[in-house]
């Protein structure tokens, strides 16, 4: 295969990484019962690996930055869709203030021990299946804040002696930026009700507008 054709067929995969998203909308957004006009993006959690020829290894640092970039790409979409974000937790005033801090920690651990079933039945949101429970408003006591965005996202990049070992020309033209899956959840403020799952595959990190895109199949006010 010449180098031409190797470099089209990368681009068509890339190009189809980068389009793969999924939404799954709970009724009660649907019709209207619930109004979003303020929300809250708590910091994501991103977990990014690198694959070698020797294995694998964390990228811990890129892992953070990573997290940093979603969260705000993930609430300039929702500012572009007209949605208030309330700047609540940022970075500094966590590290500083204990008591949010375990208040956010318990409420990003109740969604992890949800994740894994709401993850493999991601459909059962439009059933109205998923809730973290109403301890959530520990997290919004003046109950100003209608929904929280809690993003989970995991990537993969292998380096390029990986990447010739499995793909060939192929796998080192693909090769350079990691590949995601990013998962975004809108909670209910007031009473933990999952009421939208986004599921994105990308070549490199979602963008706003395609968070923007995914946000405009919601009818938040």
Known sequence: MNARITFAV???FSCVLSAAAVEYVHPK???HEVSVKVAAVLPAHVDIEQHGVKGVSGMGQASDDAGRQVTFEVGKALSNRGITIENSFPEETLKSNEDLRLAMADVQQRFDQTERQLFRKEKDVKNGRFSLGDSVTV??????IDVFIIVRSVGAKETKSKAFMTGGLIGMAMSGEAEFRTRVAIVDAKNGDILF?????????????????????????
Not at 197 to 221: C, M, N, R, T
């Open 10 to 12: 990368a681009l068509f």
């Open 29 to 31: 957004l649907k019709e």
């Open 139 to 144: 997290l919004n006591p003046t109950g100003k």
């Open 197 to 221: 799952i986004g599921d994105f595959v990308s070549k490199g990190l979602p963008s706003d507008k395609v968070y923007e895109h995914s946000f405009k199949k919601i009818p938040f006010q």
